[in-house]
């Protein structure tokens, strides 16, 4: 019998955690979210509960780790109505002898597990909830007088649940007794919370299913994030770019069959032009016209009614669009048209899998067919780390390539001179078309170069070039045929007559 048959499913609330998780969580089982503080634990414990709300279900929420009015100010900061849950407050010893002396014939003056566990259930009882929530688990671990014990009441109490078909998650911390494993050993799944905080000293929250029994579900660290618009999931990039192969009509893509500059010296270097469904990596030092480059594609496409998403990770839109301007290109009205989304993204706000999924939005429910990234270098400090970039570019390329997209990547070097400058991170290899920029020195200025490096998908003209970006346009010049040394960035004539260099500026 397929899972689906098998088990009936309950939400979480989260509409991408029930994707992870397969069509949300098998019910009448219980479930353990476990995580250190701060995690995010208590926030998905109430979109579950809020879902059954929205079900028309009864839920009931115990909260043993803090105060109910604690609770309701979380949820009222992420903009939870928690109109509909059941609150008890079982957060202090009175609270808990409270509980024991009404709903128990025992009359003790301790608080123990036996007694508390008998009150809980009740609780339940006189409720009937379809859902309940044990928010702070680990505070009844430490009533418990031994293991034994605490192993006890938990079976009965899973028992008790499965029986009445009752879906329960539990929330829990290790860091107050590691070791501890009667609760992951028989909870029907875990869902496992974390933070990490970056190099640049940013908190990232990860969410991650380490086990649901009898049922599969997305495996990997998934991206959480949490503002006051509740908590957001976002599906590893192996999960969240596994976007639908389709053709270019129903995916909205302008097909064309190679994508120019429209600069005839510029697309004749590159042997006509960059063909859709591959990766431009654009490399060089910083004022090199990395951008600029990309942007005659950009603009020239937009021409011919194909979109385009920039994410901007080193600028700000406005200087973006000026400087684009002042160059020539004036892409306002093809924003103005939605031919042109710009994201400006800040590496402390965006994570692998929130990128992923606004590259998946633009790419299949907008129709972008040219995406690009600027700088990789700026995306790279938001990662959790190197090999997680490189990990998610290779997915990235290969499925937006499947899609017929056009990709540009702006990698900066370090150093401005010379042959040995600092890549931080190297995916030359990942791309299609390789164009090496350069900073040289010529006549007592400095000046730019462009050369393309790689082209694995046709002929393309092996000459360096000068680039010149100049109010009102972008001007690339005959090969440097009188020059050698170019990219050591010290470069000298060879059998020159006049000692200058001609540039092309007629019909560009």
């Known amino acids: 019998m397929s899972e689906h048959k098998a088990y009936k499913r309950v939400s979480t609330g989260l509409k991408t955690l029930d994707e992870i998780l397969h069509g949300g969580l098998p ?116 009533l418990a007088g031994n293991p034994m014990t605490y192993r006890q009441q938990l079976f009965t109490l899973r028992d008790y649940m499965a029986s ?59 991206d959480i994030e949490i503002s006051d618009a509740g908590m957001q999931i976002y599906q590893s990039h192996r999960q969240a770019i596994s976007m639908r192969l389709a053709d270019a009509d129903s995916m909205h893509i302008t097909a064309l069959d190679s994508i120019a500059s429209g600069l005839s010296t510029l697309d004749k270097l590159l042997g006509g032009g960059l063909m859709p469904g591959t990766t431009c990596l654009m490399l060089g030092p910083s004022g090199t016209g990395k951008t600029s480059i990309a942007t005659l594609f950009i603009y020239n496409a937009a021409k011919q009614g194909s979109k385009t998403s920039i994410f901007l990770f080193d600028e700000s839109i406005d200087t973006f669009l000026r400087r684009s301007k002042g160059l020539g290109m004036d892409l306002l009205p093809s924003i103005e048209k939605n031919l042109i989304h710009i994201h400006e993204l800040s590496f402390g706000d965006i994570t692998p899998g929130k990128f992923s999924a606004l590259i998946k939005q633009d790419v299949e429910d907008w129709g972008a067919g040219i995406v690009a990234i600027d700088t990789l270098t700026g995306y790279l400090n938001a990662m959790p780390s190197k090999t997680r970039l490189i990990a998610q570019m290779h997915e990235l390329m290969r499925r937006l390539n499947q899609q017929g997209v056009l990709t540009f990547l702006m990698v900066a070097q370090h150093g401005v001179l010379g042959l040995s400058m600092d890549m931080s991170i190297d995916i030359s290899y990942l791309a299609d078309t390789v164009l090496l920029l350069r900073h040289f020195e010529a006549g007592g200025e400095l000046h730019q170069a462009i050369s393309v490096y790689k082209n694995r998908y046709g002929i393309h003209e092996k000459h360096i070039c000068e680039v010149v970006l100049k109010p009102g346009g972008i001007y690339i010049s005959k090969p440097l045929g009188r020059l050698s040394g170019i990219l050591s960035g010290l470069p000298r004539y060879v059998d020159s007559t006049d000692g200058t260099m001609e540039l092309l500026t007629t019909d560009e």
């Not at 202090?92 to 009359?107: C, E, N, S």
């Open 27 to 142: 019910s009448g089982e219980m479930y353990v979210v476990n995580g250190a503080p701060g995690s995010g634990k208590t926030t998905l414990a109430l979109h579950f509960l809020k879902a059954g709300v929205a079900n028309g279900e009864k839920v009931l929420c115990l909260a043993l780790a803090q105060r109910v009015e604690s609770l309701q100010q979380s949820a009222q900061s992420i903009s939870l109505d928690t109109s509909g849950i059941i609150f008890e407050d079982l957060s202090t010893v009175a609270a808990i002898k409270a509980l024991t002396a009404r709903q128990t014939i025992f009359d003790t003056s301790e608080v123990e597990l036996v007694e508390t566990m008998r009150a809980l259930m009740d609780k339940i009882e006189a409720e009937q909830p379809r859902r309940v929530v044990f928010d702070g688990v680990s505070q009844l671990r430490m």
């Open 164 to 222: 009445r078909e009752i879906t329960v998650v539990l929330t829990d911390s290790q860091e107050v007794a590691s070791g501890d494993r009667e609760l992951t050993n028989m909870a029907h799944g875990i869902i496992t919370l974390s933070v990490e905080t970056t190099d640049h000293g940013s908190d990232h929250r990860y969410l991650r299913i380490s086990k649901i029994r009898g049922s599969n579900y997305a495996p990997g660290l998934h």
